[in-house]
């Protein structure tokens, strides 16, 4: 038998597909909008920042094409969030919840692009030994060291990311949105890249050629590493891997618990089961074995899927069967 | 673990703020082409003909750009050593550190521009020979790359008596 929550009232807007969401998590996600679109503006008015004080410097050319590729997450959420919202059609059975999957690649791709293109740009650097120019501006009739402004650009366009990313990382973990949670691994990397920037810039100020381009290459490091740890978890996700906590460091709980509550049924003598995550919600297959004389009626089997749903809020779609023997097709998700 | 990385790199290079510590100036160059210039009381220059910015028919370079440099010696207290050559040479010794600044009628939009350092522009006039009513080039100088000392002095020299000053 098969059940999906059916609460389905037009006028509530916080829900993905037809799940409905707790109050908590519906407040989680409108904050999580609000976030992205003062991100998108933030982020703007930071590329028109760099734009200005770019000069002929290489690096804060590399720094402006990094802010744009910083647009691609949030952009890529608020079109996930959107899309996640629609209800199941006859071509879309399962809903739309997927698009988390697709915004999630995107921001990983995005992110281990920024990494990749810092890494070839700063280690080149290195190599060739370049000893980077920065020269004076003009600035009301005052001759200043251009370093100066470099250093307050970067001031400007790192606070905004360190701030926001630090108010996003809960939110994605309540609402068990990875493309958030890629959006706040973004943000660490624009407030890193504009630290290091900024010790860069000192160090070149103080005859340093290679500080630059060693505090750059030392951070882009951690962003490939985050970039690619990002690409494999949103890919995995879309092989239907089983279902892991928001920032994939391991297997969701609820994975376990499904079967420990079947477990614990009187009438159950085993029972094997399959969760995988289809973006915000997760999709559960499971399988339980009746004690020799216990009969799997239509309430019990009710009242087992209810206790499931009680589990979670991201429990959505349960699919419960009885069966003569566990399938063997599927493997224990025990350690 | 990441972040750890983060402030490694924030300590090792404040640690070398400190190495360099004592009296140090920002900006400074990284070669030490202005406390060389000083020192040794030579400004090493190269020349590039260039009609109406730089004439090199006489003893010495004459013209609009070699007299600046001439009078931005003066004010440093040294004295000019002049190496005529074309662009290309002048570059390549820019780039060896055998001289260290280079004039011949230069714009900012000159191909060198990832082989040495240029001025930001002391003068800007009308194209030569340009076909669009009120087309402008920038003039600027050539310094050797990422020498931001001598760079940021002869920048700031150039704005308080420059031709646009």
Not at chain 1, 18 to 45: I, Q, Y
Not at chain 2, 113 to 128: F, N, Q
Request: some cysteine.
């Amino acid at each position: 038998m098969s059940a999906g929550s059916d609460a389905a009232d037009e006028g509530y807007s916080a829900r993905f597909g037809h799940v409905e969401l707790p109050e908590d998590e519906a407040g989680a996600l409108r904050r999580a909008k609000r976030l992205e679109v003062v991100t998108l503006a933030f982020m703007g008015s930071a590329i028109a920042v760099v734009y200005l004080t770019m000069g002929s410097s290489q690096a804060m050319k590399t720094a402006w094409i990094e802010d744009m590729l910083a647009l691609v997450p949030p952009l890529a959420f608020l079109v996930a969030v959107r899309r996640a919202r629609k209800r199941p059609t006859p071509d879309h059975p399962y809903g739309y919840h997927r698009s988390t999957a697709i915004g999630h690649l995107t921001a990983a791709v995005a992110l281990l692009v920024v990494g990749l293109s810092l890494t070839v740009d700063s280690a080149l650097g290195l190599l060739r030994a370049e000893h980077p120019p920065i020269g004076t501006t003009e600035l009301l009739g005052h001759t200043v060291w251009s370093g100066w402004l470099m250093i307050a650009a970067m001031t400007y366009t790192g606070i905004g990311p360190f701030v926001l990313g630090r108010l996003k990382l809960p939110l994605a973990e309540q609402l068990h949105d990875k493309v958030l949670y890629a959006d706040a691994d973004m943000q660490k990397a624009d407030w890193m890249t504009a630290a290091g920037t900024i010790v860069g810039v000192l160090g070149i100020g103080i005859g340093l050629w290679w500080a630059d381009a060693a505090a750059a290459l030392l951070i882009s490091l951690s962003i490939v590493r985050d970039g690619w740890k990002n690409l494999r978890s949103s890919s995995d996700a879309l092989m239907d891997q089983r279902a892991r906590t928001f920032d994939d460091g391991r297997p969701h709980p609820v994975t376990i618990e499904v079967d420990e509550v079947l477990r614990g049924l009187p009438w159950v003598a085993d029972s094997r089961s399959r969760v995988r995550d289809q973006g915000h919600v997760f999709h559960i297959e499971a399988f339980v074995r009746p004690r020799a004389g216990e009969v799997a009626d239509l309430e019990r089997l009710e009242e087992a899927v209810a206790m499931l749903r009680e589990l979670d809020w991201k429990i959505h779609d349960v699919v419960l069967m009885p069966v003569r023997d566990l399938p063997e097709t599927i493997p224990d998700p025990r350690p | 673990m990441r972040s750890a990385r983060a402030s490694y790199a924030v300590v090792s290079v404040l640690a070398a703020f400190m190495l360099a510590g004592c009296g140090l100036s920002v900006p400074t160059d990284p070669d030490g082409t202005l406390d060389r210039v000083r020192s040794d009381g030579v400004l090493r220059v190269g020349a590039s003909p260039s009609p109406g910015w730089v004439d090199v028919t006489g003893e010495r370079p004459s013209g609009r750009e070699p007299e600046l440099v001439e009078r931005f010696a003066g004010d440093l207290g040294v004295e000019v050593e002049w190496t005529v050559g074309g662009e290309e040479h002048l570059v390549r010794l820019l780039e060896d550190g055998a001289i260290d600044l280079a004039v011949g009628g230069v714009t900012d939009e000159n191909p060198w521009v990832d082989k040495v350092g240029l001025t930001r522009h002391y003068v800007e006039v009308s194209a030569a020979g340009a076909t669009e009513e009120g087309a402008t080039e920038k003039h600027v100088m050539m310094v050797p790359m990422g020498e931001n000392a001598f760079q940021s002095e002869l920048e700031r020299w150039l704005d308080e008596n420059g031709p646009d000053s």
